[in-house]
């Protein structure tokens, strides 16, 4: 509305907006200001101001086909004017969610055949847990309940999947993790404690501390573990070579599950369709969200096995209808949305662009700072990148917290037009650009990436 002026949206967004993740006094008291978006296209944003930013963060790592698509925003207004409503209880579909199921089941990895639909991340891995929980009580091992995950995990913020999230600002006074959920190794390479060991033999420890969690827990007590092919939230982390398939062979050996949450690396964040792919993981479950529909309509959703399906099925044969279901299960614009975002990954073939322009970046990236005396790593995958800073290269000492080094680097970029994500816990900066990003513009991003670190160190 064209009508009121920015002042008094602001004065409105101050009193009355509840901000996600934003730090409540520092926004009321006006120490941090607003911004008001107005559009977007391709990888620029645009707010009331007129100001324009390359978003190299792609919203929230979701907008991955880029801002824009007209084949996405019509797909949704026809199935809005043709059927914006019906539930999908007791057989109801819609042709848009049925043919989605199809579509997802023919990208996931083979011998996963069923999709079950939310909303957002966290209430597919809440799904997930209370599945894996029916699961084991059909079985009838109702003791095999709790969900191991790793120290920066991030998983979501409910109940459940904020204890599963392995960042301490998402447990903090909110009395979580639950007590069901316990946390193992980071397969942070780069923070290792002893320097002598090669990735190798990281991945061997970490999979060698997960095992002694089970044995001291009790095999028969574990239900799941649950994992991001890449730690994303907790710092834009590739996991060190050999690591899935370490982990994986303890999961085999204890009868315990494993949950991928793909809600960032599903459809082609890593280059590859999915990121179970990208490292050989063997999931019974893969939560999927973000880039399902690239973030157009909020949907997401829970790949289930067919080992695991046999299950569920017997299980509703032996006690009714599972209880389970939201309103908006495969809400028709979701999947319209999504249909019409998978159609359009395939033609533009974007995923490989996400694996060619994402590698160039990461290069161009490293040949810029790599040498910087306060750059400890630089680290990605796909259309995935982070620069992680350290007072001191040899000893990767952290700088003091109270410095807010990369919220204040990140301020320096905003200003010279570009936005990148200082992630919640250490002194790391994320890029996540969406999958249409050019040459010229990942240049645009490492350009103000190193002149805005050169400002401040
Ligand atoms: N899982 C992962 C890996 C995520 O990165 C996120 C969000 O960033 C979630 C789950 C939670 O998704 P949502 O914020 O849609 O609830």
Known sequence: NKQLTNDQLTQWDHDHFFHPSTHLGQFARREMSNRIITGANGVYITDREGRSSLDAFAGLYCVNVGYGRTEIADAIAEQAHELAYYHSYVGHGTEASITLSKMIAERAPDGM??????LGGSDANETNIKLVWYY?????????????????????????????????????????PLSQILHTEAPYYYRRNDLSMSEKQFSAHCAAELEAMIEREGADTIAAFIGEPVLGTGGIVPPPQGYWDAIQKVLNKHDILLIADEVVTGFGRLGTMMGSDHYGMKPDIITIAKGLTSAYAPLSGSIISDKMWAVLERGTDENGAIGHGWTYSAHPIGAAAGVANLKLLDKLDLVSNARNIGQYLNQAMAEALGEHAH?????GEGMLCAVELVKNRDDRTFFDASEKLAPRIVGKMLERGVIARAMPQGDIIGFAPPFSLSREEADKIVEATKASIIEIL
Do not use: A
Not at 113 to 118: A, K, L, R, S, T
Not at 375 to 379: A, D, L, N, Y
């Open 375 to 379: 750059v400890g790593e630089i680290r």
């Open 113 to 118: 055949n069923h999709v079950y639909y939310g």
């Open 136 to 176: 084991n009580n059909v079985l009838g091992r109702p003791e095999k309940k709790k969900i191991i995950s790793r120290w920066r995990g991030y998983h979501g913020s409910g109940l459940v999947t904020g204890s599963l999230t392995g960042l301490e600002l998402f447990h903090k006074k909110f009395d979580l």
